[in-house]
């Protein structure tokens, strides 16, 4: 027996414990009916459901674990939290007991800040302290308590539990507010260095690149320790429930060699693609129980599919569904693909129909990314299908719930602007289809159903010509809408609804259009995720742009891929125009978008992009905004600013680390100029961070302190950082994480190319001798800019401008 100990102070937490076992126990509760708005922004909006209400009613008193084995140990590595965040569509309590040892050298009283989304029950020497339960659905809640610490040791055991609805922020935190300093002690029943090797070695792993084309694929590593590792790609705290991205393929559990210090994984075509790969690399401790470190990575095989699918646009579609329909996934819309082409119903193509029908029947979440696309498709491919599946799909659509006007106890997420659009489609498409059958949850004829989903959808299409995107340009919600979109423009049976949806459509493709730059979508989006930034040419967006234009990345994002290719939909061919630029064009759009009312602005020229939410709620919370976006070369190298909402580098909060704001910041931006103000005196991570990808540039200029210089190809890039900043040279964001430190900043960012300045040196010269006030900023090219002067566009019309490039070419004296 040895104790592992560490010691915490003030401002610090404690997030190394022992832990029991992981408990997670569906919860039921009584069908009801509820009403609450749709949130038509892209804002956090919190619903309570009858669930949720039946759940904080039915709350127990929990009772002291005596004798209670605690098997395993959480290590928190950079996040301060015991943090076990996941994704269940369906609703489960979630619950563990946390374990571990305050040695003292004499009496103290220590507070602490106890902070959890949920429910957290403190005992200190076996007497309750606190049992504190917010209940605060994924928003930490706080308070302040004392820890009566006697010389010696002393047992401290925290409960914690919370109701996972989708996505859950099962979190705790206990963090000494007071000038304390305490030793904290894991008791082990082997030698405490190995567990300390084992820490400092996961601590020390990381990817040489975020992305990987070709070659092989390494995890590098700072000590040699072990001989080999346990790499799995399953999640190794709760098994996470689909919400409705079913595209993913089978990766076997490995144990792999390291040999000179890295862990290969194996060559880029040996691992499918398939988004943003999370993969946990685990240490066998010697009491049989692992400890585990998160990764990330994405690997796109460029030789594979990097390529034109037909030189015209049903040329391309015809590809792409029948690279879609060999595909060995267990997604629906493969199935789709081969049903549409063969006719036929393999029992391949039903097996891979399953997962879609089970979260259906389930009523998980995101099913309606589903239905709606299964329904439309029986729509409006009848001839095709076979009696067994349209059996399937009648009793799937009888039994639904689709609106929560109709009794359910399910937590599937009705309020955005895309699920409603969705839900409406499938009670549209499912009492069209069965008007005279009686449907078991809501006890309508089908006929009342499609009246209903009808007039719901027209309201929908009404508030969506007026306002556009209030999710703006996101690449992770506007593909969900477009399945809503393609599925109308194909199947429905009413000509206003479709046109309606073929208006949407040529919406959103000039959306893509405009906002295009490096093969896929570069700018400011309404709500964004880790792997939607990191994983650009693997996303839905860019392979719709593969299919449309030629001009993005295929890939085997299936969702609104599958359904473009299925219709005869063309998107608006004026579009080209904002994609093609000429060396001496640029492009300015500047228009409003979302009932919230934010102001997007987009500079871009051949060389770069440069995106940004003008003036958007400042120095407020945030939630996935994601608020300025750079985009240098044609590749899809993709650069960022954000106030990380979290300390875990791959975490699930929303905010995350790479995604999202945890601070709003205030921005300003003229063409390729841009400011960004952020006062992070309340925000939850104390600075501010950019996305670097180094591997993807040609240099980094880093002399000095407040200035960062990067060349990629012939576009430049300058930033300039008040506070200062610092590269990440350890851990796995080493050499991609700029931070800086401090809560109130400015920073300026400014693009630049081959073709405004001789040089990438002239360009670091010139931004150097720039002046900047708190008022104004003296550009090389634009001269005096003065910031509360610049206007921008006050219309919801979507009227980008192409011309020649203004602005002197920089010449220097």
Request: hydrophobic share 35%; with cysteine; charged share 20%.
């Amino acid at each position: 027996m040895s104790n592992y100990i560490y010691s915490v102070g003030h401002g610090s937490s404690i997030n190394r414990w022992k832990r029991s076992a992981l408990q997670k126990q569906r919860v039921e509760s009584k069908v009801s009916c509820f009403d609450a708005p749709v949130n038509m922004t892209e804002g956090y909006q919190e619903v309570e459901y009858p669930i949720r209400t039946d759940f904080l009613q039915a709350l127990t008193s929990v009772p002291y674990p005596s004798g209670l084995e605690f098997s395993e140990i959480y290590d928190g590595f950079e996040n301060p939290r015991v943090d076990f965040s996941t994704f269940q569509a369906t609703p489960h309590k979630v619950s563990t007991y946390l374990q571990a040892q305050l040695l003292c050298e004499e009496r103290q009283e220590v507070e602490c800040l106890l902070v959890t989304c949920g429910r957290a029950i403190l005992w200190l020497n076996g007497e309750l302290i606190v049992d504190f339960h917010p209940y605060t659905r994924n928003h930490g809640t706080n308070t302040t308590i004392v820890l009566p610490l006697l010389k010696g040791e002393n047992e401290v055991i925290v409960y914690m539990d919370d109701l996972a609805e989708r996505d859950v922020n099962f979190f705790v935190e206990l963090k000494i507010v007071s000038n304390h300093k305490v030793k904290v002690a894991l008791p082990l029943s082997y030698d405490a260095q190995i567990f300390q090797k084992s820490e400092e070695f996961l601590t020390g792993l990381y990817f040489e690149k975020d992305f990987y084309s070709r070659g092989a694929v390494s995890i590098c590593s700072d000590h040699d320790y072990f001989e080999k590792v346990f790499v799995t790609y399953e999640e190794v705290t709760f098994t996470e429930e689909g919400g409705g991205n079913l595209t993913d393929f089978q990766r076997e559990n490995q144990f792999l060699p390291l040999e000179n210090q890295h862990i290969y994984l194996g060559d880029v075509e040996d691992i499918p693609t398939s988004g943003l790969t999370h993969l946990f690399v685990g240490i066998l401790l010697p009491d049989q129980t692992y400890l585990f470190k998160k990764l990330v990575f994405t690997v796109y095989n460029e030789e594979k599919l990097a390529r034109s699918l037909g030189d015209n646009l049903e040329e391309r579609k015809e590809s792409a569904l029948r690279i879609f329909s060999t595909l060995d996934i267990n997604d629906m819309n493969s199935a789709l693909s081969e049903i549409h082409l063969t006719g036929k119903l393999s029992d391949r193509c039903w097996d891979k129909l399953q997962p879609a029908f089970q979260m259906i029947e389930e009523r998980g979440d995101c099913a309606d990314f589903m239905f709606a696309p299964l329904l439309g498709f029986w729509l409006g491919e009848k001839k095709k299908l076979p009696e067994k599946l349209i059996a399937k799909l009648r009793d799937l659509a009888l039994h639904f719930r689709y609106w929560i006007d109709e009794p359910g106890n399910d937590v599937m997420w009705y309020f955005s602007e895309n699920h409603s659009l969705l839900f409406h489609t499938c009670q549209y498409f499912a009492g069209y289809l069965l008007p005279k059958e009686t449907f078991t949850t809501s006890g309508r004829q089908g006929s009342h159903q499609y009246d209903l989903g009808k007039q719901r959808l027209l309201q929908w299409f009404e508030q969506f010509e007026k306002y556009g995107f209030s999710e703006w340009n996101s690449t992770t919600y506007l593909p969900i809408d477009l399945i809503g979109f393609f599925s109308l423009y194909n199947s429905a049976p009413d000509e206003e609804i479709k046109l309606a949806a073929k208006k949407a459509l040529d919406f959103t493709f000039s959306i893509m259009a405009i906002n295009y730059h490096g093969g896929t979508l570069s700018s400011t989006f309404g709500r964004t995720y880790e792997h939607d930034l990191k994983a650009m040419r693997l996303g839905e967006i860019s392979n719709l742009l593969a299919i449309a234009w030629d001009r993005g990345n295929f890939n085997y994002a299936l969702r609104a891929s599958t359904l473009f290719c299925l219709s005869d939909y063309a998107p608006p061919q004026e579009c080209l125009h904002f994609i093609d630029l000429r060396q001496d064009e640029e492009l300015t759009a500047s228009y409003i978008q979302g009932i919230n009312q934010v102001q997007t602005y987009l500079y871009k020229c051949r060389e770069y992009s440069i995106a940004s939410g003008i003036e958007y709620h400042c120095f407020q919370t945030g939630h996935q905004q994601h608020m300025m976006n750079i985009s240098l070369g044609n590749d899809g190298t993709q650069l960022w600013i954000n106030n990380p909402g979290e300390f875990m580098h791959s975490g699930e909060n929303r905010p995350s680390y790479w995604a999202g704001n945890g601070s709003m910041p205030c921005i300003q931006q003229h063409k390729n100029v841009l400011k960004m103000e952020y006062d992070l005196t309340t925000a939850y991570v104390p600075f501010l961070h950019m996305y670097v990808p180094f591997w993807n540039l040609d240099m980094m200029d880093m002399e000095d302190p407040n200035w960062l210089f990067i060349k990629k190809d012939q576009s430049y890039l300058g930033v300039y950082f008040s506070q200062g900043y610092v590269m990440q040279s350890s851990g796995d964001t080493r050499g991609r994480d700029v931070i800086s430190e401090g809560l109130n900043h400015t920073v300026i960012v400014k693009c630049g190319s081959a073709n405004e300045f001789s040089t990438f040196e002239s360009f670091i010269r010139s931004m150097k001798k720039s002046e900047l006030t708190a008022e104004s900023f003296f550009d090389p090219q634009f001269g005096q800019l003065v910031w509360k002067e610049i206007e921008h566009s006050a219309s919801y019309q979507v009227t980008p401008v192409v011309k020649m490039k203004e602005g002197a070419k920089y010449e220097e004296t």
